[in-house]
Every structure is written in structure tokens, then in C-alpha cells.
């Protein structure tokens, strides 16, 4: 048996954990008898042939180590079938074909957000034996529910809106606390719930300013002249709505702005007088050591996919659902998001607590 790993897309938290989990239990059930293959920084490894044979003392030491041994790289979805002059004329896709081919692969197992996912499925429909693993912390992938990654955001994201209340409430500030999310506020409302911020916005559900604004004033006048608003990058307002993503992403270059963090701070101060500061913790949300919770997901999901591969049960992608590890079909993963629903728990929890959600 020859198995070859790759991660691709975004780093997180518990990558390294799920490499192990995978590599020890292939070594379990197989023995002597598989041989493992590391493809470094993601499809670009498969596309030049960048490839290293592994052993098992590769996953050793690695469970609470961040980021990923293997490397990755972003290869957008829509470049993989357009011809490269380097390789005359062939695609991207063509060559990642070959190089599994020559290497005589049985299977690929992925580990990756919606793009790696799409690029699988696509390796998949042309003859690749393919398992795959859910990693993001934007926690938006369609069939699980829960991606390893996304509990280490949070507890990070958390930490920043724990660290900001002091500062906050020994200035008479607003904060506002920029979290990763571009499409999907998975990670922005935990993070605001679990931190007790006082406004939450995501991209799911437009905000209306002069509501955050009436809030914070509110917030004033009860003597509470401080407030945080956890803010998904992502976020727009009703106005921008109704734009396509193109007008809305021009207007924000033409006021020089590129998330919503900063122009909500400057309509704040001019609606509220109230000082108002940033506070963009960025990729800090995606690094150290991934938390125990992380640590244990990602090594349930390697272990899964592990005997996945063992049964020869390909073309799939592992999940949490109801809390017992399975996989769904992965020509029904890739592609679909997992928004956060209107009538969501959280968010009801978030409206019953009296958080804005603007």
C-alpha cells in the first residue's frame, strides 16, 4: 500500500495532530506493509513532484506542534485546468494526474478547506483514490459539524476579547475586535459569545449602524461607558447588501478601506463621540499549538480516515456529525459552504443574552 498526505489551503491548529493520527494507525493496521508518502506545500507538491518518502518517526513529537510538517500552499480551484507553458501546455490537473501515476499511488488523503476540497473531488471524478479531512477554523465546511482548527480560533479569538475588556473599561473605549471570517461568522460568534461582546456582526446577516450606535449609546446611559463589538471581517451593511461582491469591494477601495472594521470605528466616533479603537488579532488565530479539544478532533478524524483507506473506501471526506465520526460523499461536499442559519442556536442564545447583532 502506498499512501501519499498533503495539506493545502490556509494552515491551523491540529494539521500536525491529524498527519499522526493518520500515519500511526496506517502503521497499525498495515504494518511493514504501507509505505507513506509526504507531498509538500499542498497541490504544488503534486504539481512539480515535489515528494519525500516518510517513516514513522515523522509523527512522533508532532500532536502539539502548530502549523504543518508537510507545508501547503493556496492553488486556486480555477486555475487547475488551464494549460502551464512551462509544462507545454499541460494543466495543472494533467500533471498532478501523472505524478500520482508515476509514483503508483493507491490512494491521496487531503487535508484541506472548501477550495482543497473542490480541487479533491476533482482528482477524485478523474480516477484518484481520495480521502479527505476537514480543517478550517472558519468551521463552514457543508457535512460536518465540526472542523478541527476551529476551537483553537476560538479560544484565541476569545483571549483577544478577554485581554481588550480592560483596556476598554479603564478608557470609556469601544473596541472593536476583527475576527477571521470572510463569508461565514462561525468563529466571530462563539468568540463574541464566549468573550461577552456587546455588539457581534457576521457576514451572514447585515448590519444596520445606526442599531450598533443606538446600542452603545444605550450602553452609555446605563453608565456603561465602554463597549466590544466582535466583528467578522466579512461583515457588511445593509446598504452593501444589495451591491454585488464587485461594487461592494470598489466602493471600499475608493474610501480606502478593505473590511468593515475601520469605517464602522470612524460612523462610531462621528454618530456616538464615543473614542473607538481596532484591534485585528489576524493570523494569530490560526497559529501555536492546537487546543486538547483540536487535538483529540483531529486525531479521531486521521484515525477514521486511516481505516477509510485500510477498507478502500474512497472518494469521500471525513466528518463529525451528532457527535460520532463518519464521511460523507465528496462530490457532496465540495463547492457548498455552511453558512450560519438564521435560526441558529447560538444566535438565539446570543438574542435571548441582549447581544447586538446589528
Keep these: 500500500m502506498k499512501v501519499a498526505m498533503l495539506t493545502s489551503g490556509g494552515d491551523c491548529q491540529g494539521l500536525n495532530s491529524a498527519l499522526r493520527g493518520v500515519g500511526k494507525s496506517l502503521y497499525k493496521i498495515f504494518g511493514k506493509d504501507v509505505d507513506i508518502y509526504g507531498i509538500r506545500d499542498g497541490y504544488r507538491g503534486l504539481i512539480y513532484g515535489d515528494i ?4 514513522p518517526s515523522n509523527f512522533s513529537g508532532i500532536l502539539t506542534l502548530g502549523g504543518t510538517i508537510l507545508g501547503t500552499s493556496r492553488q486556486p480551484f480555477k486555475t487547475m485546468c488551464l ?9 495543472k490537473l494533467d500533471m498532478m494526474l501523472e505524478n500520482y501515476r508515476k509514483y503508483k499511488f493507491d490512494c491521496l488523503v487531503i ?35 465540526m472542523t478541527f482548527g476551529f476551537q483553537s480560533a476560538v479560544d484565541i479569538a476569545t483571549h483577544v476579547i478577554d485581554c481588550i475588556h480592560t483596556t ?7 473596541f472593536i475586535v476583527e475576527v477571521m471570517g470572510h463569508k461565514v461568522g462561525w468563529l466571530t460568534l462563539y468568540a463574541g459569545i464566549s468573550g461577552g461582546a456587546d455588539v457581534i456582526l457576521i457576514p451572514e446577516l447585515p448590519y444596520d449602524v445606526d442599531k450598533v450606535c443606538k446600542v452603545l449609546k444605550k450602553r452609555k446611559m446605563q453608565g456603561k461607558p465602554f463597549s466590544i463589538l466582535a466583528v467578522a471581517e466579512g461583515a457588511y451593511d445593509v446598504k452593501e447588501a444589495r451591491m ?19 469605517r464602522i470605528a470612524k460612523e462610531i466616533e462621528e454618530l456616538t463621540g464615543i473614542e473607538t479603537r481596532i484591534c ?10 492546537p487546543s486538547p479539544y483540536d487535538r483529540v478532533l483531529a486525531t479521531q478524524f ?51 443574552m441582549g447581544i447586538s447583532l446589528g
Aim: charged share 20%; hydrophobic share 35%.
Design 168 to 174: 476598554a473599561t479603564s478608557h470609556g473605549r469601544v
Design 52 to 55: 519525500r518518502k516518510m517513516d
Design 111 to 145: 487535508l484541506g478547506g472548501n477550495g482543497t476540497h473542490k480541487t479533491a473531488n476533482l482528482l477524485a471524478q478523474h480516477g484518484v483514490n481520495v480521502v479527505s479531512l476537514p480543517k478550517t477554523i472558519d468551521n463552514d465546511l457543508w457535512g460536518t459539524d
Design 83 to 91: 494549460p502551464m507553458p512551462e509544462f507545454g501546455g499541460k494543466t
Design 280 to 289: 485585528v488579532p489576524g493570523h494569530m488565530q490560526r497559529g501555536g499549538s
Design 302 to 352: 486521521g484515525s477514521y480516515a486511516a481505516g477509510l483507506v485500510a477498507d478502500e473506501h474512497y472518494g469521500v471526506t471525513v466528518a463529525m456529525v451528532n457527535r460520532h465520526v463518519t464521511c460523507n460523499p465528496l462530490v457532496d461536499v465540495a463547492g457548498k459552504s455552511r453558512l450560519v442559519p438564521d435560526d441558529c442556536d447560538m444566535l438565539n442564545v446570543a438574542r435571548a
Design 244 to 262: 454585488k461582491k464587485k461594487e461592494r469591494m470598489a466602493k471600499r477601495a475608493e474610501q480606502g478601506y478593505t473590511t468593515a472594521t475601520n
